[in-house]
Structure formats: C-alpha cells, structure tokens
DNA sequence: CTGAAAGCGCTTACAG
DNA sequence: CTGAAAGCGCTTACAG
C-alpha cells in the first residue's frame, strides 16, 4: 500500500475506497499511529497555531478575552500559542519570530506599549496575519477590535455628575497606549460638556492593577480638592481603591462613589457591588478570533476598526456625593 | 556555498571558519531569512514546544504557577502551548494528542479531575515526558510538584482553635482531587485532635471560585450550628465568602473569622487582609519547569512526589469567636 | 481507485 | 574547513 493511499484514506478523500480506508484507519489505531503535523506543515504550510499575545493573562480582561479566542479557535480546531509581553516590545518581537519560524497561521494581538507598525508590517509581510484587539497601533492596515473607550468612560463619568458631584478624580491607567488616551479624554469631555474644571492634579495615573488601586487610595484621599467620586481606568483599579478606602476607614458607594472599565465577572460580587462599565471582552475576542479565522480562508476582510459599544452597568459603589471633614 | 555551510555558520558551529560564518549572518540578515523551524524539528526530534494544561488560567492560583513556568521556559529559549481543560478529560487528552502531533518536548500538567493514568502513560511511551503540578495521579511513575495540602490546612484549622473557635466550617472545593482528599482530611484530624467534633453538616462544598464562595455564604450563615469561623478551600472562595459576609451585614474578621488558601497576590489587599496559607506555586511551577528541562536533556530524575511546605500568613480575617444571634 | 516520485527546509554523517 | 547526499514524514500532482 503507498504512502499515498495512505494520507488519502486518513484524510477522509472520496478517492479512496471505503473498504480500503476503513482497513487503513484500523491498522493505523492498531499500531498507535501519530500523524506528524510538522511534517504536513513543511509541505502544506499550513500548522495549525495561532499565536495570541497580550499585556498579562493574569489581568482578568485579557483572561476574559482569551477565553471567548479559545473558544473559537477550537471551533476551528487550532491551537494557540500564548504569550504575555509585559509592554516589552523586545519580548513582543521574538514571539512574532517564533510564530514565523513554526509556521504559525497568524496572530491575535494586543500589542505592548510603543509596538511600532513596522513589527506588525514585518509579519504579515512574512505570512503572518495579525489582528489587533484591546489596543491600536497607528499606521498600520490590519483589522482591530477594541471598545469605544471615549464613549465608555464618558458613560462612568456622566453618571457621576448626574448623581451630582463636581469634583472627580480620574485615577490609574497611562496616557500611553491609545485605549488610555482615549479614557482620559472621555472624561475630560465629559467634564467640559457639564462645565466643570478638568484639574490636573485630578488624574493620578498609576499601574492598572489592584495593587495599583489600593496604594492610589492614600494620594486620591490625600487630595486638597477633596474629590467626591473617582472614575477609575479599569475595575481593578477601582477594587483595589475601594480595598484603599475601606482599610481608610471609609465606607466607598457611601463616602465616595467609585465607577469602575470592563465589567469583569468579579465586578458583581465585588462589596461594594461595582457600577461598571461593560467593556465587550467576550465580543472583542470572538470577533477577532473570527476575522483572523476567515482571512486564514482567503478571505479579504475589513481593516477597519472596529469599536464595541460600551455600556454602563449601575451597582452600589456610586451614589450621591457626600462631603468628607 | 552548500547548505551544510549555511547551516553550521547559523548556529555558530566552530566547524566553519570566522569570515565565512559571518559573511553568512550577514547575508541572511539581508535578505530576511526566517529559520524554518518545523523542518529543523523534522530532522532532530526536538521541537522547543513545551506544553502546559491546568484548570483554568483565570484561576490566578494556575496563572501565578504558569508565570514562574514561563520564566523558567523562557531561559531555556522554550515555547510553550496552553491548554485550559476545565477539568474535561476529553479535552485534556485531545491537547496531549496534539502535543504528539507537533512532536512537543514534554508537558506540565495539573492533571483533570478523573484522568485516567493510562492517558499520562501514553504520553510517555510516546516520548513525550510528563511533570504534574498542584494534582496527582495515582498509577503513573512521573514527578510531582505540590504543596503539603494536608499540613496546610492543618496550619490553618489550628490557628482558628488557637483563637478559642470550636464550631469551624469548611467552604468549598471538592473531594475528587487529590488536593481535595487531603485538604479536607487536614482539617478532620486537626479538629479531632483538638477533641472538636467534625460535623458532616459543617462541610459546604462548592466550586473553588468568588462566585462560589460569595454564593456559600447564605448557606454558611443558616447553618444552624452557628459557626464563628470559615476554613475556605482556597482565597478566591475566602474572598468571595467574605463579600457574601459582608453583603449581609455582619464584618468578617470581626464578627466571623476566614481563612484561605494560596496566599494570592491579592489576599494581602483585600478587605480585611486575608488569614491565608502560602502554597508556594512559584516554587511549584519553578520547580516543575526546572524538571522537566533536565528530563529533556537526558536526566534521570526523581519520580516522588515533592511536597512544598506550606507557611500561615495571619492577617486581618481572623480574630477571637464572637456569637451571633 | 491506487502507486511511484518529487519536494517542503532543515541536519547529520561522510568524504575530501 | 567546506561540499554532496541522504533522510525526517508528510502531500500533491501525475501516471496508470
């Protein structure tokens, strides 16, 4: 029998007769037979993986958006290969290298901080398609799906000053990447449309952790403008400030209203329950994975990007403002 | 030039001559060589792919192993493929299938709950070398890395009876894993050592999750033996009990003490800081990774379980009994 | 419907 | 120190 009949049958073709497949498929169990993806992938260049790279898997948004990918890429039966590039640029880099040199079929990313678009040239020019999620990176034509973050954070914000505070602080996060950039002007404009001041001392910027929110809360209560709410980058910075402000001895949702980005599945349980914002990360992560998936396919797709629109989830960490002595 | 040459000079053979060799860099450099990967594997049986499944990386107890095994992967210049097998054996056994498929180098594994050990056996006797981590298996001869569960929960049970509690629950997780059986156990022969009694009621199993902890605390409140302390399964259950707790009015650490488990990044910041149990899953994963490395390069290795011990952190959560009414 | 042959891009003896 | 040749395990035309 040749190795030709062989492949054939185990790939299912019509070519091959029924019985002489079925007999091939029976030994092939019997002698524990392995296929051997590299060696299909040397001759038909196609492996099978796809590499996804993000900031930190341990960050639960990007843990939130892993998981919708995975669950399409199984859909599609392909494996994925995870990478957290901790805004090294360097350690983006030498995972995109990697990717070219298995084979890998293209690449989910949200690229780290200062990712110039020639990286991302680089790849596809090499075979590998990309797609962005989360981030943006600017000039270059590959499709992105993010939230509308300027909408969103004007969401959190607008329902602070609905409740009638005047003095919000805007804490954590980095002017660095386009999704901060975004945030924070959503919340200037959002400050300016009602005719309040945008005070700089009101942006503590910070890492986007909880960690980072806890330690914020010392500096946010220190401050002389004695702010009412505080809009926070995202919901673990917001659960941590909240954490800040408890040990403070201070009730957060009462003393001081907290919003929080993401709507992260802890947001609800979170004491305070946490007013949110919804952020898509499961429609962020099956779109991409999706597109990434047709373009495999030979499909020309839209480079647009692509903005989830946000929505505000209203808990108990926000309500009316309380002047603290 | 023959492609021996090329070969060779790439990978700094000293067979080939200075000039040559960089004469050759340069050119590859030049013309954007990518090193094909799947053909040198092809041709040597090593793939530099390791991979790893557990649970689920949400989970931070998995993603806080899997980011000390990427530390140590990435020093070994190893890639490593992800698998989350939600406890699917299904799953889990069609990830190590493709592991033999890309012709992997080894995997680590926190094994699903019911895996049979013929699936790790197969893995074996395919080549691809197996280390466990947080689980074992009975019935398979590979290395294991966890904490001491038993002891653990012992450090944790006695430090409620050393502050005067006698009715202790335990919150959460299961009895199907490893870990579970000796957890439970742990507690058992620390309450009855202290010549407490053990009441089947007084055991509230649950998934090992915030939400499932937050979701026991209705339950962990009615019990009509009044417990004045929690024993959790793990701090997402501590956290999330203690949210539950505090939703219905009362303050834990005050009114109701709780320990966890893991000593997470995140007990130290919650509110009240958690009395929790240091597993040691850097050293877990350090330690697997480190393993397997040497399994890789021809080490014989010791197959015994290796039991991290565990340390008490006290903090916040825990106090003097208080009855309620 | 089945078989013989070429080739994917490497590495490894082997000969010079 | 360098080159010619074989082979890793597949798939894909091509011939029969």
Redesign the pocket.
């Known amino acids: 029998?040749?190795?030709?009949?062989?492949?054939?049958?185990?790939?299912d073709?019509?070519?091959?007769?029924?019985?002489?497949?079925e007999r091939i498929k029976e030994h092939a169990r019997a002698i524990g037979?392995?296929?051997?993806?590299?060696?299909?992938s040397?001759?038909?260049?196609r492996s099978g993986i796809v590499g996804v790279t993000v900031h930190d898997i341990m960050n639960p948004f990007y843990a939130e958006i892993l998981r919708s990918i995975e669950l399409e890429l199984d859909r599609s039966r392909q494996t994925f290969l995870l990478c957290n590039h901790y805004d090294q640029v360097e350690k983006q880099r030498s995972f995109i290298d990697t990717l070219l040199q298995l084979g890998a079929d293209g690449v989910i990313m949200s690229p780290a901080i200062g990712t110039p678009p020639e990286d991302i040239q680089m790849a596809e020019d090499n075979g590998l398609p990309a797609v962005l999620v989360a981030r943006s990176v600017e000039g270059v034509d590959v499709p992105v799906f993010r939230g509308d973050d300027a909408y969103g954070i004007g969401l959190a914000t607008n329902h602070l000053i609905s409740l009638g505070h005047t003095r919000i602080a805007m804490i954590g996060g980095t002017d660095q990447t386009s999704t901060g950039r975004d945030r924070y002007q959503g919340y200037v404009a959002a400050m300016k449309k009602a005719g309040l001041e945008v005070l700089p001392s009101m942006r503590l910027p910070g890492p986007r952790t909880k960690q980072g929110g806890f330690e914020a809360a010392g500096a946010f209560l220190a401050l002389k403008e004695k702010p009412t709410a505080a809009v926070c980058w995202n919901d673990l910075v917001a659960i941590g400030l909240m954490n800040g402000i408890a040990r403070a001895g201070l009730v957060p949702g009462t003393d001081v209203s907290v919003t929080g980005y993401d709507d992260l599945e802890e947001a609800a349980i979170a004491t305070p329950a946490l007013t949110t914002v919804w952020n898509g990360q499961r429609e962020v992560g099956r779109r991409a994975a999706r597109v990434l998936l047709d373009r495999l396919n030979g499909a020309t797709v839209d480079t647009h990007q692509q903005l989830i629109q946000p929505e505000l989830h209203v808990r108990q960490s926000t309500g009316r403002p309380r002047e603290r002595n």
Not at 33 to 40: D, G, K, P, V
């Open positions: 029998m040749s190795t030709a009949t062989v492949s054939l049958a185990l790939r073709s019509p070519l091959v007769a029924d019985a002489t497949r037979y392995i296929y051997n993806r590299r060696a299909a040397l001759r038909t260049s």
